[in-house]
Structures are given as C-alpha cells and as structure tokens.
C-alpha cells in the first residue's frame, strides 16, 4: 500500500533537489533517530521519512546528486550519520527508495554502501541486513542495472556490481521494489547511539577484483574527510 504513493512522492520529491536544501539534519518522525550531514553537501543530498512503525522501523527516502567529475579514478563518497535521541529508538533503519544522479562524467561499473561506527563484530554494532533486503533477488531491494550484490565486513558494506550507470542516468535503487533493511542496533535504556552510511560510486574503468582485506584500508580512508571535498569540488573516496 505504501509502495505506490512512496514512488510517487519520491520522485516529485527528488526533482525538487536543485532547490536550496535546509540545514543538513531532519528528525526521523517519531522514530527516536536523527540523520544529519555535512553542511557542505545540502545541495546534493535529500531525505525524507516515508513512514514509521513504532516498535520496529522508520522508513526513509533519499536523494543524492554526485555531480563532480572523478578524480584519481575516483568519487567523492556521501555521507549521513544516524543519532539515537531516545531511549528505546526504533531498531530499524530502511531505506524504502533512493534517487541516484550521476552527473560525475563518467560511467559507474560499481557502488558501495558502507556502514562506519561500531568495531566490536557483534549484533551490538549497526549493519546492513541481508534477509529482509533480499539485495538483487526476486521481490527484494532492486538494483537494476547492478545484477550482483556481495555484502562483506560482518555485513557493514554492501557492494554492487555487474551493470552499468551511464553519466546522465538516473539510477533509482528500490524504488520499484523491496527496501534495504538496517539495524541501527540502538541503546535500549539512554540514548547516543550513532552510525554513519556512507555511498559512493566507482567509475567503470575502476572496477577491478579486490582482495576482502583491502576493504579496511579503503573504509579508513573513506571516513577521513570525505565531505570537505564535496563542498570544494576536491574528488576521493
């Protein structure tokens, strides 16, 4: 029921993006979360809260404009950073749909989402969630052109393969079908849990077999920075 109005509004929602963006932080409904991001990157980022189920989940929509050419081989990765501000915080994080524009010059043969904050490798720490998402299968969070989707880290990063985004595109993960399932894993008594997701593309002359040990390094260096150089046109990940 919520499919339909949620593709909908979010779509007349991220052709509004090129409009002057508040301040980078929205309270998630009633949901006990906030998401906020550098003040930098209002002119590319977009969320809305689609729904919440108290108890269980709040349901978000997001916008992001990557719009500068890759440098190095690489795009500057966006990032949000979710705050626990209740106790008893709804568990979970999902995001419903997002509208992806490439603008960057060049053609994307991969994309990763990575959750950072949280080093203990339990269900205490924030991560991404296979089964319900259902990534790429029949029925779950659709990633079309993207044909593979290989979660690695203790679930913390999800990477996206085989197809293509051109420069010019439009890509619209989940908005057709299925959601991408987070548990935020929050504190149950007090407040102040906190993690951050963090999107970025790889252009398709980039893409190349990488070892499971290399993902530390690059995550360590995503986390250092990143929107700084958004906001001056700088390119990393």
């Known amino acids: 029921m919520f499919r ?6 979010f779509l007349v ?15 998630l409904g009633s949901s006990g979360w906030t998401a906020s991001w550098d003040a930098s990157a ?10 919440v189920d108290p108890g ?3 349901f978000i929509q997001k916008t992001i404009n990557f719009n500068h050419a890759p ?23 999902v995001m419903a749909a997002e509208v992806i524009y490439n603008q960057t010059g060049a053609s994307w043969g991969a994309f990763n989402m990575a959750i950072l904050g949280g080093s203990t490798n339990t269900i205490a720490d924030a991560r991404f969630l296979p089964d319900p998402s259902g990534v790429g299968l029949p029925g779950g969070f659709e990633i079309d052109p993207f044909m593979t989707a290989t979660f690695s880290q203790n679930n913390k990063v999800l990477t996206l393969k085989s197809g293509f985004v051109l420069s010019g595109d439009i890509w619209q993960p989940g908005v057709g079908i299925g959601e991408l399932w987070i548990d935020g894993a929050p504190h149950g008594s007090l407040p102040g849990k906190s993690f951050t997701l963090k999107e970025w593309p ?11 040990g290399v993902w530390t390094g690059l995550l360590t260096l ?16």
């Not at 790889?202 to 499971?212: G, N």
């Not at 995503?222 to 990940?237: D, E, L, M, P, V």
């Open 56 to 58: 269980n989940a709040v």
């Open 42 to 51: 209002d002119p590319y980022v977009g969320l809305v809260v689609d729904h």
């Open 202 to 212: 790889v252009p398709s002359e980039a893409v190349i077999p990488l070892p499971a």
């Open 13 to 27: 929602f991220s052709l509004a993006l090129s409009a002057p963006s508040p301040a980078g932080s929205i309270q």
């Open 4 to 9: 339909v109005a949620r593709t909908l509004g």
């Open 71 to 93: 440098s190095g081989g690489v795009v500057a990765p966006v990032a949000i950073t979710f705050q626990q501000t209740v106790p008893g915080a709804v568990r979970h994080i």
């Open 222 to 237: 995503a986390a250092c920075g990143a929107f700084g150089a958004i906001g001056r046109g700088a390119i990393r990940a």
